[in-house]
Nanobody
Framework: QVQLVESGGGLVQAGGSLRLSCAAS????????MGWFRQAPGKEREFVAA????????YYADSVKGRFTISRDNAKNTVYLQMNSLKPEDTAVYYC?????????????????WGQGTQVTVSS
């Protein structure tokens, strides 16, 4: 069982940056691949980024590639999402999730544990 708590969301102007954090409970954090997803009002939840258990491999949606960076610190049981050059279309609730698969996927059904989400709002 893993419990996830996101933080770091907020209101930022277009072109600005935010860093999201996701703190995980339990001693097995390093066994899980981790992902970030987002859901905008009226839209389905979509994949943003993922990282494997060791942090050696990362994956990004095309819409955020080159702007967002996912990383993890297994000693701190935390995964991060650094978001730069934010756009209004990045506005959404951002969720972190944990997957038992060695290679993290882009489908939310592959993730077993979810945080409660943190709101990111980008003003134009």
């Amino acid at each position: 069982q893993v419990q996830l708590v996101e933080s770091g969301g907020g209101l930022v102007q277009a072109g600005g940056s935010l860093r999201l954090s996701c703190a995980a409970s339990g001693r097995t954090f390093s066994r899980y691949a981790m992902g970030w997803f987002r859901q905008a009002p009226g839209k389905e939840r979509e994949f943003v980024a993922a990282i494997n258990f060791s942090g050696g491999n990362t994956y990004y949606a095309d819409s955020v590639k080159g702007r967002f960076t996912i990383s993890r610190d297994n000693a701190k049981n935390t995964v991060y999402l650094q978001m730069n050059s934010l756009k209004p279309e990045d506005t959404a609730v951002y969720y972190c999730a944990a997957s038992v698969y060695a290679v993290p996927g882009t489908a939310d059904v592959e993730y077993s544990y979810w945080g409660q989400g943190t709101q990111v709002t980008v003003s134009s």
